[in-house]
């Protein structure tokens, strides 16, 4: 059985109860404010695109360390579980889209069960935000991760010459 890493769970349990506590209290102020969910669809519209481009960042086979397939192949371990990562928070945003679109349909009919779902995309909706926080340091520690490995790329180069 692998090793739980307890950091993650306290995240992830953390990041619920905020998401949760977050649409209990939002609930309240979306009542006939479109702005606020214009504002949620566009921030999630945009990251989503942005999203996209990291997962293309992150799935470059060029940034696979240089050498023997051996070396390749555990940094694609470290690439998978990255990737997974980040689709996760694209289905999120993607589920309080769908969320919000589902609650403008059922709006005007079904008040009871448009309440449950507006309370649905305002936990995404944090949820996703929170997580989003996390991506300018994961974008920043891939880079920093192909930047030393071009250094040392570099410096086996020059050792092969000398």
């Not at 520690?141 to 086996?156: A, G």
């Amino acid at each position: 059985m692998s090793q739980l890493d307890h950091h993650k769970i306290k995240y992830a349990v953390a990041v619920v109860l905020l998401g949760a506590i977050g649409a209990y209290f939002a609930k309240p102020l979306m009542i006939n404010n479109q702005d606020a969910i214009n504002v949620i669809v566009t921030v999630f519209s945009i990251l989503a695109g942005f999203l996209v481009a990291i997962i293309t960042l992150i799935g470059d086979p060029k940034s696979l360390p240089s050498g023997s397939w051996q070396i390749a192949e555990l940094a694609r371990d470290l690439t998978y579980s990255r990737l997974k990562r980040q689709k996760w928070l694209f289905y999120i945003y993607l589920t309080a889209l769908a969320l919000i679109f589902l609650s403008m349909l059922l709006k005007a009919k079904f008040a009871a069960i448009n309440d449950i779902i507006e309370y649905c995309y305002l936990f995404f909706s944090v949820v996703a935000f929170i997580l989003s926080f996390k991506l300018p340091s994961m974008l920043m520690d891939l880079q920093k991760e192909r930047i030393e490995q071009e250094i040392t790329e570099r410096r086996r180069a020059e050792n092969i010459q000398d």
